[in-house]
């Protein structure tokens, strides 16, 4: 893999119009698994590739799970009022080979709000409801947490995850030639595809600036969808590629999302 510079991938916010949303991504983590990439056959179009890497001498392919709670989650245009709510996206790594653009499969989401309705019957996202809930202490003067929870009761994806973090703990990505390189492909992919509930293909953008990440330890971790899709053994669930975690940031979701033909 060729060295990535996060300056190649940042460019200027492109303005919001009609109904695009703004929102802040609190306790905002990223539990990252570097699996065979034969667990992802049949799951998207041939127009799509696993984004794949070697560790050790073998071919993986990384999958994601990333929890966090929506917070002023608004209009970007217009005066709106604000909800918050918990949610989870789960994503694999791939390469759009018509545009060459590093972005992200979605499995789907598990969202925690009466607003659910909305994605799911008006765009057919693969969105389901989930009870989330966050238990997290954040040490402001040291920089870390002191405690991160989240458990999520659902049918379609049920969770639990507990991280811990040290103060100053470094960056590890194996598999990449640079630490830089890593956090391209893991934290900077802005368009997503999918299956929608109908069976078309859908895709989305965002927008964001440099996360400002820092690395956490898995305590433990139970994904049922991993699990039940076959893609992660409960057993490998305790053992992530990567644990990345960032109190706060702002997302720019570019709405609606679009069928591609």
């Known amino acids: ?4 510079k996060l300056n190649d991938f940042l460019h200027p916010r492109p303005s919001p119009k009609g109904i695009d949303v703004l929102c802040k991504l609190q306790h905002f983590a990223i539990i ?9 056959d049949g799951l998207f179009p041939e127009r799509f590739k696993l984004d794949t890497l070697l560790i050790n001498g073998e071919e993986k392919a990384l999958i994601s799970v990333v929890p966090f709670i929506d917070v002023d989650f608004t209009s970007a245009v217009i005066p709106f009022p604000k909800f918050k709510m918990g949610q989870t996206n789960y994503r694999i790594y791939i390469i759009d080979q018509e545009t060459n653009e590093r972005c992200v499969w979605f499995l789907g989401t598990t969202l925690d709000s009466w607003t659910l309705a909305v994605p799911r019957l008006c765009w057919n996202l693969p969105w389901y409801s989930g009870e989330v809930k966050f238990e997290c202490e954040y040490d402001e003067s040291q920089q870390i947490y002191r405690k991160y929870k989240m458990t999520t009761e659902a049918t379609w994806a049920p969770a639990n995850v507990e991280l811990t973090q040290t103060k100053d703990s470094k960056i590890e990505l194996s598999g990449f030639p ?7 492909y893991i934290t900077h992919p802005l368009a997503g595809f999918y299956h929608r509930r109908d069976g078309k293909l859908g895709t989305y953008r965002v927008w ?4 400002e990440v820092s690395s956490a330890n898995l305590k433990s ?5 991993l699990s039940r899709l076959g893609l992660v053994t409960q057993e ?8 990345l975690i960032e109190p706060i940031n702002e997302f720019t979701i570019y709405l609606p999302p679009k069928v591609v033909k």
Do not use: I
């Not at 893999?1 to 990535?4: A, C, G, I, T, Y």
């Not at 640079?178 to 391209?184: F, H």
């Not at 964001?208 to 996360?211: I, S, V």
């Open 1 to 4: 893999m060729d060295s990535l």
């Open 32 to 40: 990252t698994y570097a699996v065979d990439p034969s667990r992802f």
């Open 178 to 184: 640079d630490t830089e390189t890593g956090l391209v």
């Open 208 to 211: 964001h600036k440099q996360l």
């Open 221 to 225: 971790a139970s994904f049922g969808l």
């Open 236 to 243: 490998e669930q305790q053992t992530p590629h990567s644990v």
